[in-house]
């Protein structure tokens, strides 16, 4: 099965909330994304966020949207 590759900043809806992908410091920067340590558990399988699953080959991690500007 082919993962969501979600372009940068492009905001999507995941239980409830808003989510926003943005660039990652480096391929392994998980610290800040939405999914670790939080209430929305574990990233979803069927998401891209490393570049070598990406079609721009640019790893991202998700973070929440809120008032129109990422948190």
């Known amino acids: ?6 372009p940068i900043g492009e905001v999507f809806e995941y ?7 943005v660039p990652a410091i480096d391929s392994f920067d998980c610290l ?3 999914f670790t340590d939080s209430h929305l558990g ?4 069927d ?3 490393t570049r070598s699953s990406r079609a721009d080959n640019q790893s991202v ?4 949207k809120e008032n129109n500007s990422c948190i």
């Open 61 to 64: 991690i998700f973070v929440l």
């Open 1 to 6: 099965m082919a993962k969501l590759d979600i």
């Open 32 to 34: 800040d994304c939405v």
């Open 15 to 21: 239980q409830g909330q808003l989510i926003m992908a």
């Open 47 to 49: 998401l891209a966020c």
């Open 42 to 45: 574990d990233c979803p399988d």
